[in-house]
């Protein structure tokens, strides 16, 4: 069985300061779980001090971005390449970075290719938009954001990768609207098929897709029952630390069970 992934997305906020805080009291709360990989992505600067901070049998740090080239006359960039030693994992394509900084699909294309290149496991979004799903173009979208991020891989580059589902339309809506389970099923299902297609059975089986959008304590349960997700990828949530462990203990319940039923 695969491990389910909580991916804990804190996007623009805490600084150093309140981000080694939170980490701390994340540690305090957090069991390690050999059946339960729990993945920190705060902002850029904090990666660094938290590498050294973090008990690593706990946690694993993951960057919210990087640019696709590995060094140049970029400013203001962060390479893969630098962050090589500091990661485990790279968030690529969030519907955030397609929105505000215009990441069209050969730019998400390229920097799942830089990402790999630097050795680094992408953690490739995709998801559509309220637009797109309202006009039935849920399964062209997740078609062309899977196949044209992939393009550059061979087989064994994206066995090891992540994906996650993120309808646009459904993140940070706490009391707004919530993707249904079903949905989110459709939505795995639709991917892993394209990864069928693209690469067959053993790497579509061996990718980790998880789920992503106003998730947190009270709904990561029922997501995490949804047959083929392997986890969920909290933003406003991960920010809590009562909600996120509770999430990562919710992960941990609903894989024993499982392995149980099995
Ligand atoms: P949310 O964010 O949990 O606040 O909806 C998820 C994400 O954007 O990754």
């Avoid at 049998?57 to 400013?75: M, P, S, V, W």
């Avoid at 392997?230 to 203990?249: C, E, M, Q, R, W």
Wanted: negative net charge.
């Amino acid at each position: 069985m695969r491990k389910t992934l909580i991916v804990g997305n804190w996007k623009m906020h805490l600084s150093t300061h309140e981000a080694s805080l939170l980490a701390h009291r994340l540690n305090d709360h957090i069991e390690a779980h050999q059946d339960v990989e729990v993945v920190l992505a705060p902002s850029v600067l904090s990666l660094q001090p938290l590498s050294v901070q973090i008990d690593r049998r706990k946690f694993r740090l993951a960057a919210q971005n990087a640019n696709e080239h590995d060094q140049g006359a970029y400013t203001g960039e962060v390479s893969f390449t630098m962050l090589h030693d500091l990661v485990h994992y790279v968030i690529i394509g969030h519907s955030e970075r397609r929105l505000y900084f215009n990441e069209g699909l050969e730019t998400v294309r390229d920097k799942v290719a830089a990402c790999v290149r630097n050795k680094i496991t992408p953690i490739l979004c995709v998801g559509e938009t309220h637009v797109e799903r309202k006009a039935g173009e849920t399964n062209q979208v997740l078609h062309d954001q899977v196949s044209t991020a992939l393009m550059h891989l061979t087989s064994r580059d994206v066995q090891d990768m992540v994906i996650a589902y993120e309808p646009v339309w459904a993140i940070s809506t706490f009391g707004g609207e919530l993707a249904k389970p079903a949905d989110v099923e459709a939505a795995l299902k639709r991917i892993r098929l394209e990864l069928r297609e693209l690469y067959g059975d053993k790497v579509a089986d061996s990718v980790r897709i998880i789920y992503g959008g106003s998730v947190d304590d009270q709904v990561a349960a029922g997501y995490l029952a949804v047959p083929g997700c392997d986890g969920l990828l909290p933003g406003s949530a991960s920010l809590n630390y009562h909600k996120f462990s509770a999430i990562v203990a919710a992960a941990h319940r609903q894989h024993k069970q499982s392995r149980e039923s099995a």
